[in-house]
C-alpha cells in the first residue's frame, strides 16, 4: 500500500497591540508598522498530497469545503517555481477558535498550508520565501494586512519598518508567563475582507524606538485602542465594565469586530464573568500569548 507524503504544521493566529497599514504598489513594500501579538490559538494543517499531472486539492475543515482562491494561487506558484506539473490531494485544517474572526486567521492559513506542503514534498524554498509569498497573497487577495511575518516570529513583535518578512526591522519582547487573552467575537463562517476604506486608524507616527519594554507597549495600546471603543456606544458600554476589573488593557481586531481583553491569570474568571452578561458562552476563547510562531511537525 503507497501512503501519500504527509506535512504537518501550526501556525497562531494575531491580534493588534497598535498598528498602520502601509501600501504601495509593490507588496513587499508594503505592511503593517506597530506591534502585534500572537495567540497560543491558531490553525493547524495536515497536507496529504501526492504528484499529479493534474491540479486537484481539496481544503477542508470538519464537513466545510472552503474555498480559498489566494490559498491556490500561492500553492501553483510553490509548484510552478520547483518545477512540479500538478498536485492532488487533501489539505485538512483545524481551527482553535472561529476562522471569520478578524485576527488575520487567512495568513496564518497560508503560511501554514505551504510549510505542510514543504514538509510533504521536501520542497526547496525557505522559511522566509514561504513568508514572503503568503505575505504577497494576503495583500493581493485583501484577506490580510501583512501578518505573515510576525507569525513566522511567534510571541509579541513590534515592526519599526512594514512587516515584509525578511526586511522588516523589528523588535522581539518578552511578556509575562501568566498573562491570558480573553477574545470575544461572533462566529461568521467566512474570512474576512481586509481593508481600510471606511476607517481612518489614529497615528502611532510618534517614535517607535522609545517603545523598551513590555510596560511601554500596553500603554501604547491602551491609547491606540481607545480609538475603537469610541466608534460604538455599545463597544464603550463594554469597555467601560472591562476596566472597572483588575485587567491590564484591552484592544480589538484589525477591523474592529473582535474584542480582547490581556488580564492575568488570576483575574480570568472576573473577566468572563462580565463578558458573559454580553455575550454567550460560545463567543468566548482564552489563550495565552505563542513564543514560537509557525511550526512543522514529523
Known amino acids: 500500500m503507497n501512503l501519500l507524503p504527509i506535512g504537518r504544521s501550526f501556525s497562531p493566529f494575531t491580534l493588534p497591540l497598535f498598528f498602520n497599514f502601509t501600501r504601495s504598489n509593490d507588496p513587499l513594500e508594503s505592511g503593517i508598522i506597530g506591534a502585534l501579538a500572537n495567540?497560543?490559538?491558531g490553525v493547524s494543517c495536515i497536507a496529504e498530497?501526492?504528484?499529479?499531472r493534474d491540479f486537484k486539492l481539496d481544503?477542508?475543515?470538519?464537513?466545510?469545503?472552503?474555498?480559498m482562491p489566494w490559498l491556490e494561487e500561492a500553492i501553483k506558484f510553490t509548484l510552478k517555481h520547483e518545477g512540479i506539473e500538478g498536485l492532488k490531494g487533501v489539505f485538512d485544517y483545524n481551527f482553535e477558535a472561529n476562522f471569520g474572526l478578524d485576527f488575520s486567521s487567512a495568513s496564518a492559513v497560508l503560511i501554514a498550508s505551504l510549510s505542510a506542503l514543504k514538509k510533504a514534498l521536501n520542497?526547496?524554498?525557505?522559511?522566509?520565501?514561504?513568508?514572503l509569498l503568503s505575505h504577497s497573497m494576503e495583500l493581493y487577495f485583501e484577506v490580510g494586512f501583512g501578518c505573515t511575518y510576525s507569525q513566522l516570529l511567534g510571541g509579541i513583535v513590534l515592526f519599526?519598518?512594514?512587516s515584509v518578512p525578511g526586511k522588516a526591522k523589528y523588535v522581539k519582547f518578552s511578556f509575562p508567563d501568566d498573562l491570558r487573552i480573553v477574545i470575544v467575537g461572533a462566529p461568521t463562517n467566512r474570512f474576512q475582507k481586509y481593508t481600510l476604506s471606511n476607517i481612518s486608524l489614529p497615528s502611532i507616527s510618534n517614535d517607535l524606538t522609545s517603545i523598551k519594554n513590555f510596560n511601554d507597549l500596553i500603554s501604547t495600546s491602551l491609547k491606540f485602542q481607545s480609538f475603537f471603543a469610541s466608534l460604538s456606544?455599545?463597544?464603550?458600554?463594554?469597555?467601560?465594565?472591562l476596566q472597572k476589573l483588575n485587567i491590564l488593557s484591552y484592544g480589538f481586531g484589525f477591523l474592529g469586530d473582535t474584542i480582547y481583553t490581556l488580564v492575568y491569570r488570576d483575574y480570568l474568571i472576573d473577566v468572563i464573568s462580565l463578558l458573559l452578561d454580553f455575550f454567550p458562552a460560545e463567543y468566548i476563547t482564552v489563550s495565552e500569548f505563542d513564543p514560537v510562531g509557525v511550526r512543522v511537525y514529523l
Do not use: A, C, M, W
Not at 481544503?59 to 474555498?67: A, D, E, M, V
Open 39 to 41: 495567540t497560543l490559538i
Open 49 to 52: 498530497v501526492d504528484y499529479d
Open 59 to 67: 481544503f477542508i475543515y470538519g464537513s466545510l469545503q472552503l474555498h
Open 123 to 131: 520542497l526547496k524554498f525557505n522559511p522566509i520565501d514561504l513568508g
Open 160 to 162: 519599526l519598518t512594514p
Open 233 to 241: 456606544p455599545r463597544l464603550k458600554g463594554i469597555v467601560n465594565e
